[in-house]
T-cell receptor, first 115, second 113 residues
Framework: DADVTQTPRNRITKTGKRIMLECSQTKGHDRMYWYRQDPGLGLRLIYYSFDVKDINKGEISDGYSVSRQAQAKFSLSLESAIPNQTALYFC??????????????FGDGTRLSIL | AQSVSQHNHHVILSEAASLELGCNYSYGGTVNLFWYVQYPGQHLQLLLKYFSGDPLVKGIKGFEAEFIKSKFSFNLRKPSVQWSDTAEYFCAVNAYNTDKLIFGTGTRLQVFP
């Protein structure tokens, strides 16, 4: 299922570097999300966007920024990476539904390691 | 604030055993409920969902879940697990009209032949 594509799939970088993770989708969905997954903590929402002009902070937005360049593209940036941002990052999309009842569709993830 | 609890962090079963994974949420209003599965090295996939209607919902691969409103629970069940069910299972909830999913911490299931 390549409907939600994340690049890169793996990245190793050094503390202080700026990093951008890309997400693109062919599903035509309005809504896009960025999560990070840490062992034992599940998935936590970083940022989300309901359309091109809409950006919202999630649960753990500090140290991150996003850009919704088009309906199909939503990128996540770490301005100055730090080791505790080492995690697995997922992008997800969903349709506009009734009362939030549409499931989210996930990309394959980006494994980010910060040394 | 909403929260989701999955009390079973790691479950180990033999093939053909029955499975029940617990999920409880804290929110007093109307909710949408989801179970996702993450097979090793893969992305999350939807197993099943509940929005309204029959509180017993059936999903893919023989999984089902029951919404018990009075207990704020949405437990996942499967009568007979297979080795291929080895994965991590996440319960997720969003309050009606919010589109923001809150995930539980996940349950790692290992099934041995």
């Amino acid at each position: 299922d390549a409907d939600v594509t994340q690049t890169p799939r793996n990245r190793i970088t050094k503390t202080g570097k700026r990093i951008m993770l890309e997400c693109s989708q062919t599903k035509g969905h309005d809504r896009m999300y960025w999560y990070r997954q840490d062992p034992g903590l599940g998935l936590r929402l970083i940022y989300y966007s309901f359309d091109v002009k809409d950006i919202n902070k999630g649960e753990i937005s500090d140290g991150y920024s996003v850009s919704r360049q088009a309906q199909a593209k939503f990128s996540l940036s770490l301005e100055s990476a730090i080791p505790n941002q080492t995690a697995l990052y997922f992008c997800a999309t969903s349709e506009r539904g009734t009362g939030g009842n549409q499931p989210q569709h996930f990309g394959d993830g980006t494994r980010l390691s910060i040394l | 604030a909403q929260s989701v609890s999955q009390h079973n962090h790691h479950v180990i079963l033999s093939e053909a055993a029955s499975l029940e994974l617990g999920c409880n949420y804290s929110y007093g209003g109307t909710v949408n409920l989801f179970w996702y599965v993450q097979y090793p090295g893969q992305h999350l996939q939807l197993l099943l969902k509940y929005f309204s209607g029959d509180p017993l919902v059936k999903g893919i691969k023989g999984f089902e879940a029951e919404f018990i409103k009075s207990k704020f629970s949405f437990n996942l069940r499967k009568p007979s697990v297979q080795w291929s069910d080895t994965a991590e299972y996440f319960c997720a909830v969003n309050a009606y009209n919010t589109d923001k999913l809150i995930f539980g911490t996940g349950t790692r299931l290992q099934v041995f032949p």
